[in-house]
Protein backbone atom coordinates (compact mmCIF):
# COMPACT_ATOMS: atom_id res chain seq x y z
CA UNK A 1 0.00 0.00 0.00
CA UNK A 2 1.00 3.84 -0.74
CA UNK A 3 2.77 5.01 2.35
CA UNK A 4 4.40 8.47 2.93
CA UNK A 5 6.04 8.30 6.32
CA UNK A 6 7.95 11.86 7.33
CA UNK A 7 10.23 12.50 10.15
CA UNK A 8 9.77 13.31 13.52
CA UNK A 9 8.75 16.94 15.31
CA UNK A 10 11.36 19.80 15.11
CA UNK A 11 12.38 22.77 17.61
CA UNK A 12 14.36 25.34 16.04
CA UNK A 13 15.72 28.47 17.05
CA UNK A 14 15.05 31.87 15.35
CA UNK A 15 17.70 32.25 12.27
CA UNK A 16 18.20 28.43 12.39
CA UNK A 17 17.36 26.01 9.30
CA UNK A 18 15.44 22.60 9.55
CA UNK A 19 15.73 19.63 6.98
CA UNK A 20 12.53 16.95 7.15
CA UNK A 21 12.32 14.05 5.09
CA UNK A 22 9.37 12.38 3.19
CA UNK A 23 9.68 8.49 2.61
CA UNK A 24 7.89 6.82 -0.09
CA UNK A 25 6.97 2.90 -0.24
CA UNK A 26 4.18 1.04 -1.85
CA UNK A 27 4.39 2.48 -5.70
CA UNK A 28 7.02 3.64 -8.14
CA UNK A 29 8.67 6.77 -6.85
CA UNK A 30 9.56 7.99 -9.87
CA UNK A 31 5.80 8.21 -11.34
CA UNK A 32 4.20 10.84 -9.04
CA UNK A 33 5.28 14.47 -8.41
CA UNK A 34 5.31 15.17 -4.78
CA UNK A 35 3.98 18.42 -3.34
CA UNK A 36 4.40 19.87 0.38
CA UNK A 37 1.51 21.57 2.21
CA UNK A 38 1.58 23.60 5.53
CA UNK A 39 -0.44 24.22 7.92
CA UNK A 40 0.27 26.84 10.43
CA UNK A 41 -1.28 26.39 14.05
CA UNK A 42 -5.23 26.58 13.74
CA UNK A 43 -4.97 27.90 10.29
CA UNK A 44 -6.01 26.43 6.65
CA UNK A 45 -3.92 23.85 4.16
CA UNK A 46 -1.57 26.09 2.09
CA UNK A 47 0.64 24.57 -1.01
CA UNK A 48 4.00 25.96 -0.74
CA UNK A 49 5.94 24.07 -3.85
CA UNK A 50 6.47 20.56 -5.64
CA UNK A 51 9.27 18.48 -6.62
CA UNK A 52 9.62 15.66 -9.47
CA UNK A 53 11.28 12.95 -8.62
CA UNK A 54 12.29 11.95 -11.67
CA UNK A 55 14.72 15.11 -12.69
CA UNK A 56 14.51 16.88 -8.91
CA UNK A 57 12.74 20.21 -10.83
CA UNK A 58 11.56 22.19 -8.26
CA UNK A 59 8.76 25.08 -7.88
CA UNK A 60 8.22 26.94 -5.09
CA UNK A 61 5.53 29.55 -4.08
CA UNK A 62 6.77 33.19 -3.61
CA UNK A 63 6.58 33.39 -0.26
CA UNK A 64 9.02 30.59 0.49
CA UNK A 65 10.99 31.62 -2.56
CA UNK A 66 14.74 32.20 -1.22
CA UNK A 67 14.41 30.23 2.15
CA UNK A 68 12.98 26.55 0.81
CA UNK A 69 14.48 23.78 -1.18
CA UNK A 70 13.11 20.72 -1.83
CA UNK A 71 15.31 17.42 -3.01
CA UNK A 72 14.79 13.56 -3.19
CA UNK A 73 16.89 11.06 -3.09
CA UNK A 74 15.94 7.95 -5.69
CA UNK A 75 17.86 5.53 -4.04
CA UNK A 76 16.06 5.67 -0.82
CA UNK A 77 12.58 6.82 -2.56
CA UNK A 78 13.18 9.80 -0.19
CA UNK A 79 11.71 13.79 -0.65
CA UNK A 80 13.46 16.41 2.14
CA UNK A 81 12.53 19.78 2.57
CA UNK A 82 14.77 22.62 3.84
CA UNK A 83 13.55 25.98 5.24
CA UNK A 84 16.34 28.43 5.93
CA UNK A 85 16.35 31.56 8.45
CA UNK A 86 13.56 30.19 10.34
CA UNK A 87 11.36 33.02 12.20
CA UNK A 88 8.24 32.03 14.70
CA UNK A 89 5.79 32.62 12.77
CA UNK A 90 7.27 29.65 10.21
CA UNK A 91 5.30 27.37 13.32
CA UNK A 92 3.28 24.92 11.06
CA UNK A 93 2.89 21.21 10.30
CA UNK A 94 4.14 20.51 6.96
CA UNK A 95 2.66 17.57 5.11
CA UNK A 96 4.34 15.26 1.95
CA UNK A 97 1.39 15.20 -0.33
CA UNK A 98 1.47 12.42 -4.06
CA UNK A 99 0.31 14.31 -6.93
CA UNK A 100 -2.60 11.76 -8.50
CA UNK A 101 -2.92 11.23 -12.49
CA UNK A 102 -4.83 14.13 -12.46
CA UNK A 103 -4.63 17.29 -10.19
CA UNK A 104 -5.32 16.15 -6.63
CA UNK A 105 -3.43 14.86 -3.56
CA UNK A 106 -4.71 11.41 -3.22
CA UNK A 107 -1.96 10.32 -0.07
CA UNK A 108 -0.62 12.62 2.42
CA UNK A 109 1.80 11.46 5.02
CA UNK A 110 1.53 12.05 8.93
CA UNK A 111 2.37 15.57 9.25
CA UNK A 112 5.93 16.95 10.65
CA UNK A 113 5.13 19.70 13.49
CA UNK A 114 8.18 22.54 13.22
CA UNK A 115 8.34 24.81 16.50
CA UNK A 116 10.83 27.77 15.88
CA UNK A 117 11.13 29.71 19.68
CA UNK A 118 13.49 31.15 21.26
CA UNK B 1 -4.16 33.92 -8.24
CA UNK B 2 -6.86 32.16 -7.66
CA UNK B 3 -9.35 32.63 -4.42
CA UNK B 4 -11.38 29.90 -3.13
CA UNK B 5 -14.20 30.92 -0.78
CA UNK B 6 -15.48 28.96 1.60
CA UNK B 7 -18.34 29.43 4.68
CA UNK B 8 -16.45 29.25 8.04
CA UNK B 9 -18.30 26.81 9.80
CA UNK B 10 -21.97 24.52 9.57
CA UNK B 11 -23.58 23.15 11.94
CA UNK B 12 -26.56 20.40 11.80
CA UNK B 13 -27.98 17.58 13.84
CA UNK B 14 -27.21 13.46 13.03
CA UNK B 15 -29.52 12.25 9.91
CA UNK B 16 -29.91 15.71 8.51
CA UNK B 17 -27.53 16.57 5.19
CA UNK B 18 -24.75 18.80 5.17
CA UNK B 19 -23.81 21.47 1.89
CA UNK B 20 -20.71 22.76 1.92
CA UNK B 21 -19.87 25.20 -0.57
CA UNK B 22 -16.47 26.54 -2.32
CA UNK B 23 -16.98 29.69 -4.28
CA UNK B 24 -14.63 30.81 -7.25
CA UNK B 25 -14.33 32.34 -10.41
CA UNK B 26 -15.80 30.24 -12.91
CA UNK B 27 -15.00 27.12 -10.62
CA UNK B 28 -17.80 25.36 -12.98
CA UNK B 29 -14.56 24.83 -15.83
CA UNK B 30 -12.23 23.56 -13.42
CA UNK B 31 -11.85 20.33 -11.43
CA UNK B 32 -12.88 20.61 -7.98
CA UNK B 33 -11.27 18.49 -4.97
CA UNK B 34 -12.54 17.75 -1.41
CA UNK B 35 -10.70 16.94 1.87
CA UNK B 36 -11.62 16.17 5.06
CA UNK B 37 -9.54 16.65 8.10
CA UNK B 38 -10.73 15.46 11.94
CA UNK B 39 -9.00 16.76 14.48
CA UNK B 40 -5.15 16.06 15.23
CA UNK B 41 -4.83 14.20 12.09
CA UNK B 42 -3.63 14.50 8.49
CA UNK B 43 -6.74 15.52 5.56
CA UNK B 44 -8.02 12.83 3.55
CA UNK B 45 -9.32 12.67 0.57
CA UNK B 46 -13.23 12.43 0.16
CA UNK B 47 -14.27 14.01 -3.35
CA UNK B 48 -12.14 14.31 -6.54
CA UNK B 49 -13.08 15.42 -9.88
CA UNK B 50 -15.87 17.26 -8.67
CA UNK B 51 -17.90 13.84 -7.88
CA UNK B 52 -15.80 11.29 -7.73
CA UNK B 53 -15.35 9.16 -4.16
CA UNK B 54 -12.00 7.43 -3.27
CA UNK B 55 -12.16 3.71 -2.64
CA UNK B 56 -13.34 3.20 1.44
CA UNK B 57 -15.35 6.81 1.39
CA UNK B 58 -18.71 6.22 2.00
CA UNK B 59 -21.73 7.04 -0.89
CA UNK B 60 -22.94 9.69 1.85
CA UNK B 61 -20.12 12.19 0.67
CA UNK B 62 -20.96 13.41 -3.07
CA UNK B 63 -19.76 16.35 -4.76
CA UNK B 64 -21.46 18.80 -7.41
CA UNK B 65 -19.98 21.50 -9.42
CA UNK B 66 -21.27 24.62 -11.71
CA UNK B 67 -20.88 28.30 -12.38
CA UNK B 68 -18.97 30.07 -9.57
CA UNK B 69 -20.31 27.46 -6.62
CA UNK B 70 -18.94 24.16 -6.15
CA UNK B 71 -20.63 22.05 -3.33
CA UNK B 72 -20.03 19.17 -0.85
CA UNK B 73 -22.91 16.89 0.05
CA UNK B 74 -22.68 14.60 3.16
CA UNK B 75 -25.87 13.06 3.66
CA UNK B 76 -27.38 11.39 7.14
CA UNK B 77 -24.44 12.99 8.95
CA UNK B 78 -22.82 11.43 11.64
CA UNK B 79 -21.29 12.34 14.84
CA UNK B 80 -18.23 11.11 12.97
CA UNK B 81 -18.17 13.77 9.82
CA UNK B 82 -17.41 16.26 12.68
CA UNK B 83 -14.28 17.45 10.68
CA UNK B 84 -12.40 20.15 8.55
CA UNK B 85 -13.39 20.24 5.06
CA UNK B 86 -11.44 21.81 2.86
CA UNK B 87 -11.70 22.08 -1.33
CA UNK B 88 -9.16 22.46 -3.61
CA UNK B 89 -8.29 23.33 -7.31
CA UNK B 90 -5.23 23.08 -9.79
CA UNK B 91 -5.62 27.00 -11.13
CA UNK B 92 -3.74 26.42 -14.79
CA UNK B 93 -2.93 29.99 -15.42
CA UNK B 94 -0.34 29.99 -12.58
CA UNK B 95 0.29 26.68 -12.28
CA UNK B 96 -0.50 26.87 -9.02
CA UNK B 97 -2.37 24.11 -6.49
CA UNK B 98 -5.04 26.54 -4.38
CA UNK B 99 -7.13 25.51 -1.18
CA UNK B 100 -10.04 26.78 0.10
CA UNK B 101 -9.72 28.13 3.48
CA UNK B 102 -11.91 25.59 5.37
CA UNK B 103 -14.97 24.94 6.57
CA UNK B 104 -15.80 23.29 9.92
CA UNK B 105 -18.14 20.89 10.40
CA UNK B 106 -19.84 20.68 13.44
CA UNK B 107 -22.47 17.75 14.24
CA UNK B 108 -24.86 19.32 17.05
Known amino acids: QVQLLQSGAEVKKPGASVKISCKASGYSFTSHYIHWVRQAPGQGLEWTGKINPTSGTTYYTEKFQGRITMTRDTSTSTVYLELNSLRSEDTAVFYC???????????WGQGTLVTVSS | SYVLTQPPSVSLAPGQTARITCGGIKIGSKSVHWYQQRPGQAPVLVVY???DRPAGIPERFSGSNSGNTATLTISRVEAGDEADYYC???????????FGGGTKLTVL
Open chain 2, 49 to 51: DDS
Open chain 2, 88 to 98: QVWDSSSDHWV
Open chain 1, 97 to 107: VRLADTYYFDY
